[in-house]
């Protein structure tokens, strides 16, 4: 029931407050009820963590009842440790966001009250996509996140909204089509072997030829690699990230693009385990190809958000990266990944977001040496952006770490490219750092004054949470390791053995002496 | 106490991050509580050095757990320590010239407004250095490792003001970064064969590995300690390095963070063992890298540019003893504790004199200093002493040593060894000619004065040390003192007896000096530096740090720009293009297909009756066929 | 028989070229009435030849879905002459843009 309810908070926040009046008098009032109904769902959430039994792993929390029985589709809903961890980060930040949003200038004749509605919906949105378990449910709301975020771009973004919204749109439908096809080609399935079902339990121990496996899979892989985005089908994220709000973009990079990688983890490998491995290396190609071309392209950019956009599309190819290692290591560092990838690319987000509106330019070249007007500011920015190129001791690097390991086990040419992205990623940050905060002071940077208290309070979470996960990040890993092994297991390629475990060494030695 | 040895990390971990949040009322005290914290640093370390002291031989390494770091599937990782008599060493050599270095600070940094920042930099560069030496894990140890490439980055950057610094801060970093990607490519290599990257179990399990593993490893893990430790070819950041505050030079540059690549080696002792390829490309390295810098050191102008082309020519030196492994592993620590003795003292007086000439960098702007600054001239001169290997000083007997070694491995290894110390006599007496000795060059307005003594007392007390640090060597004691850790190797009986090697490096060492005196006595000092047309090529090359810049500039640095460039224009073009470029030509069929749509309601009227004609009449057709 | 569904193709054939050749638009919506009750006759006369009530209750459909036809057909027009102030068809081709 808990799930249920905690997706439906806060949309049933976003119907109040589209019901409340309008304009300036009521705006203080809308904030602060759309604040209120995420914090609750926060506060659910960690209800939830604290229902969920760590130890048990499999899908718990669960409910179902019968939707449309003629195609055996289920209002299921069940989580994983999977499942856990990115509800937990979707709550955690839509706090963050809102606040965030606080002082959002917005277009003349757009309200506040729908521009926090649709942040709702969407959060609503998300927490019923990673707890959906079944495939259809997942497919319809998988697409309906579309639309919050298409008008969060469309109404509320800069000059160029209506071209990324559009584009962002129409190639993420084209995605969840093909995903459609696969959806009716699993009740085709499933229908010929009896009654038709779309419940992941039922659907993971499918028997079908190869081909078929194949094909369906790759209707499923190909929204997801939309989403996610993975090379080459990346090119709407710049423009979208370009085109929008800060909390607009920390929604969708943060929050929503993971919905790709966690449904390659959830349907992906526990649908299609045999075709997932038979993809792999193309997969695995593809992301090591996303990480460097990614970074190359965040070093070549000059407005900031196509450089935090570009620097995510790098970040994703190491989670699909890991993803598709099929060992407990690096599966698992794509799961805590996809978590301190939010955290990190959030706090990027609504601190150049908070530069941009001070200085009324996205463009690097327009700043200079703010670090000696701003401290705090900069200090933040240096923080996010250190998290960024995962530096130890901040959460991404455990987390990237650990992919690169496990990846090394399955493949040594693909773990050896991918490591390069690290200098890439110290370029990208460092040179944007250096450009923006040092040297003199430019002219028309004046303006960007410190963080207020206010803006520091928002960002502190998720600075606290990148720290303090980089040294200890053992609580989300014992959540995320048994439903790891599951899907691993799943697969059945299996963690690769050491070559020279240490206890040979010692015996050997034993031997001589 | 030594179970509470993580408070070694976590008391300037936690002083360094307290005062960076703590805001402006912070900067009354900013300064001494850093002070203070790698103060306490030092006395836990003392305490834990003599309660190993105390122990059996055997006994002397002790590991403790914390806390489960990262545990999925397979891998694992612990946050634990281990106290022996390397990291014991180390323990001291840090927190040591460390504390004295920040207590120099209080006076060096006296009128800068972010001094409370300063000191919350050098805390947490303190921790991070602790943790790299103190780790019994390989990824903790990469932690600590990347913590001082940050402490670096944040003090070469202090001045952030200068755009100077500011790129200087973000070469130092990137190039690290390089060398991190050998690092960690070792760690995973580490894991894929072994299942850990626990440091003690790495080095004993490497035995049962291939060569080819124990060789690619020590290569992997030679590239990372290239990075930090600043040698060739991953050396072009450390002179522009120096960019940072004098003080940092001397902690970070000099005396500690430079020398965790020859720590790494003599830490990885096990995996080099296994390889004799690896051993060889670390003396390569080493000699190689000893003899540019002092090249480079011979040519600069700059005092701390020169004191960096000794430094990276020094820390040569002791990777040329990691890589003739047990033999030299003693050897390297040994010179690498000197070197932080002499070396922080060199730059700290450096730093003094600085203060003394407005912060004028450049020695052709000194000369006769020794009058105006007399403390600072005596502490000088006893590192240059030692740094020469005057015998008697610290570096006599550990340079000595290191020769010594070098030619038991090879003879032209141990003649390059020897050549670079008469080169060192050289750039080194230039040093002191050009500052303290010659006649005044200043500029006006500048009044050389002594510094104050919160300067002065840490070059008393490091000068001493410079003389006494030999006093380790004494029976042999730090051979016998980390053979447990690095392993015992048989005494190789040279050609000559040892004194007559001992005699000989001196005499090449006093011509070094005796040509830099004549070179440099015999005529009047520019005080501009010539040309770079009318000087040797060999100045020029020094200058130009044998090219090392435009070496990197043109094979990495311009390369990636380009590609970056094409990339984005392909990106745009390309990937976007085609997308994009499918959404027009979808458009154009469209606008094919409107020009039918004429918007004449009884043209639409016409093509519905058409069209019913023809379903009707194939429906007739249908039925009649 | 025969006459009847002469008759009711007679009609529709007026009522279509009345359609495709008019430009008054009241015109040309007679016309489309002409067509439906050419229709209709037609459906009555089958209904009739095959003694089946099925076309006279088509016929029946016909009849109340032509008279909501006029109902909206009517106020389109008008409302378009109240606009535009002339009833020609082909002035009305705004959905071309």
Not at chain 1, 60 to 83: D, M, P, R, S
Not at chain 2, 1 to 25: F, I, R
Not at chain 3, 52 to 74: I, R, S, Y
Request: with cysteine.
């Amino acid at each position: 029931m808990i799930l249920t309810v905690m997706a439906a908070v806060p949309l049933l926040g976003a119907l109040a407050i589209t019901l409340m009046p309008r304009g300036q008098s009521s705006a203080t009032a809308v904030k602060v009820v759309a604040v209120a109904a995420s914090v609750l769902t926060l506060v659910l959430s960690l209800a939830m963590m604290a229902d969920y039994d760590v130890g048990r792993g499999g899908y718990q929390l669960t409910e179902k009842h019968v939707w449309i029985e003629q195609f055996g589709v289920h209002y299921a809903l069940g989580v994983n440790g999977i499942g856990v961890t990115l509800i937990l980060l979707t709550t955690v930040l839509t706090p963050i966001v809102l606040l965030a949003a606080w002082d959002d200038r917005l277009p003349t004749s757009r309200s506040v009250n729908s521009y926090l509605a649709w942040m709702l919906v969407l959060e609503g949105l998300a927490i019923g996509v990673f707890s959906a378990t079944d495939a259809f449910l997942f497919y319809v709301l998988f697409e309906a996140t579309l639309v919050p975020i298409y008008f969060l771009i469309g109404s509320y973004g800069g000059p160029q909204r209506t071209y990324a919204a559009v584009k962002f749109l129409i190639y993420n439908l084209v995605g969840g089509l093909l995903m459609l096809a696969s959806i009716v080609g699993l009740y085709v399935v499933t229908s010929r072997q009896g009654d038709a079902t779309y419940l992941i339990g039922d659907l993971s121990n499918l028997d079908v030829s190869t081909t078929t496996e194949r094909l369906l899979f790759l209707g499923f892989m190909a929204a997801f690699a939309i989403k996610a985005p993975l090379w080459p089908f990346h090119t709407w994220l710049p423009d979208a990230a370009a085109s929008s709000t800060p909390s607009t973009q920390v929604l969708m990079v943060s929050v929503i693009d993971k919905i790709g990688t966690f449904g390659m983890l959830r349907w992906c490998l526990e649908l299609f385990p045999g075709a997932s491995d038979w993809a792999s290396p193309v997969v695995i190609t593809l992301a090591v190809i996303s990480i460097i071309y990614g970074a190359l392209l965040a070093i070549g950019q000059d407005d900031l958000r196509r450089l935090i956009a570009f620097t995510s599309v790098s970040h994703f190819g190491f989670i699909i990266l890991g993803i598709f290692a099929f060992t407990s290591t690096s599966t698992a560092g794509s799961t805590l990944y996809m978590f301190n990838h939010g955290l990190s690319t959030a706090a990027l987000f609504l601190v150049t977001g908070i530069m941009i509106a001070r200085r009324g330019s996205a463009s690097i070249q327009d700043f200079g040496g703010v670090q000696k007007i701003a401290p705090i500011l900069s200090g933040v920015l240096l923080v996010a952006g250190l998290s960024s190129l995962s530096l130890p001791g901040l959460a991404p690097f455990v987390s990237e770490f650990m992919v690169l390991a496990g990846t090394f086990s399955r493949s040594i040419p693909a773990a050896a490219v991918a490591t390069l992205g690290i200098v890439l990623a110290a370029l990208y940050i460092l040179l944007m750092y250096q450009r923006t905060m040092t040297g003199p002071l430019k002219e028309g940077t004046e303006g960007v004054h410190d963080l207020k208290p206010v803006e520091v309070a928002s960002l502190a979470p998720a600075l606290v949470l990148i720290v303090g996960l980089g040294f200890y990040p053992q609580p989300l890993l014992n959540v995320i390791n048994p439903a790891v092994d599951e899907i691993v297991s799943h697969v059945g390629v299996g963690d690769p053995a050491p070559k020279t475990p240490t206890g040979l060494a010692q015996q050997t030695e034993g031997g001589e002496h | 106490m030594l179970e509470l040895a993580w408070l070694l990390v976590a008391v300037p971990l936690v002083s360094g991050l307290g005062l960076l949040v703590w805001g402006k009322e912070g900067d009354r005290v900013g300064h001494l509580i850093g002070t203070a914290a790698s103060s306490f640093s030092f006395i836990v370390g003392l305490i834990c050095f003599f309660q190993i002291l105390g122990r059996d031989e055997g006994d002397r390494s002790y590991s403790k757990s914390l806390f489960t770091w990262i545990e999925a599937g397979p891998f694992h990782v612990d946050m634990a320590y281990t106290f022996d008599q390397l990291s014991g060493l180390f323990v001291l050599l840090i927190t040591g010239v460390g504390t004295l270095i920040h207590v120099y600070s209080i006076g060096y940094m006296e009128h800068d407004a972010r001094r409370r920042r300063f000191f919350a930099y050098l805390n947490i560069f303190i921790a991070s250095m602790l943790t790299l030496v103190l780790a019994s894990d390989y990824l903790v140890l990469f932690l600590g490792w990347e913590g001082v490439g940050l402490a670096s980055y944040l003090l070469i950057g202090f001045w952030q003001h200068k755009d100077s610094a500011a790129a200087a801060a973000t070469k130092a970093f990137v190039v690290n970064r390089v060398g991190d990607v050998g690092m960690a490519l070792a760690i995973m290599l580490m894991f894929a064969q072994f299942g850990t990257t626990a440091i003690s179990e790495v080095n004993v399990s490497v035995n049962a590995a291939s060569t080819s593993t124990a060789t690619a490893l020590g290569l992997l893990l030679l590239l990372g300690a290239c990075g930090k430790s600043a040698q060739v070819p991953l050396q072009s950041w450390l002179l522009d390095a120096m960019e940072g505050p004098t003080p940092v030079s001397a902690l970070i540059h000099a005396a500690t963070m430079v020398t965790a690549g020859v720590y790494l080696v003599v830490r990885s002792n096990g995996v080099f063992d296994a390889s004799e390829a690896a051993r060889n490309a670390v003396i390569a390295v080493g000699l190689v890298t000893l003899l540019a810098g002092a090249w480079i050191g011979c040519a600069k102008d700059d005092i701390k540019k020169a004191l960096a082309g000794s430094t990276m020519s020094q820390i040569g030196y002791m990777m040329l003893a990691a890589g003739l492994g047990p033999a030299g592993y003693a050897f390297a620590i040994f010179h690498l504790i000197t070197h932080g003795f002499f070396k922080a003292n060199l730059f700290l007086g450096a730093g003094s004199i600085m203060h003394g000439m407005d912060d004028d960098v450049e020695m052709r702007h000194y000369g006769a200093l020794r009058a105006a600054m007399p403390v600072t001239f005596i502490t000088f001169l006893f590192g240059y002493l030692a740094i020469i290997g005057f015998p008697g000083f610290s570096g006599f007997f550990s340079k000595d040593k290191i020769i010594e070694t070098a030619f038991g491995h090879s003879f032209w290894v141990g003649l390059g060894a020897l050549v670079g110390a008469g080169v060192t006599g050289f750039y080194m007496t230039r040093m002191m000619m050009m500052t303290f000795f010659s006649e005044k060059r200043w500029k006006e307005d500048v009044h050389p004065h002594e510094s104050p003594k919160v300067m002065t007392y840490p070059l008393i007390a490091l000068g001493a040390l410079s003389l006494l640090g030999g006093a380790m060597m004494l029976g042999g004691w730090i051979t016998d003192f980390l053979e447990p850790v690095v392993g015992h190797a048989e005494h190789e009986e040279l050609a000559i007896p040892a004194w007559l090697l001992s005699v000989l490096i001196t005499l090449v060492v006093a011509v070094g000096v005796a040509l830099s005196y004549v070179l440099y006595s015999r005529e009047p000092i520019a005080a501009e530096t010539p040309a770079d047309e009318s000087v040797s090529f060999f100045s020029r090359a020094g200058r130009h740090e044998l090219y090392g810049n435009e070496l990197n500039e043109a094979v990495v640095v311009r390369p990636t720009r380009h590609l970056t460039r094409f990339l984005v224009f392909l990106d745009g073009k390309g990937v976007d293009g085609f997308v994009t470029g499918l959404a027009d030509r979808l458009g154009d069929a469209s606008q094919l297909l409107r020009k039918p749509q004429t918007g004449f309601v009884r043209s639409y009227a016409l093509s519905i009756f058409g069209g019913s004609l023809v379903v009707v009449l194939a429906l007739l057709a249908a039925r009649l066929a | 028989m025969t006459e009847y569904i002469t008759l009711s193709m007679i009609l529709f054939t007026i009522g279509a070229v009345g359609v495709l050749v008019r430009r008054n638009a009241i015109v040309v919506f007679m016309c489309v009435e002409l067509m439906l009750n050419a229709t209709n006759l037609a459906l009555v006369a089958f209904s009739r030849q095959h003694g089946n009530l099925d076309g006279q209750v088509a016929a029946f459909f016909v009849m109340v879905v032509a008279a909501a036809e006029v109902v909206v057909g009517l106020a389109i027009i008008v409302s378009i002459y109240r606009t535009r102030r002339t009833t020609t068809v082909d002035e009305a081709s705004l959905l071309k843009l």
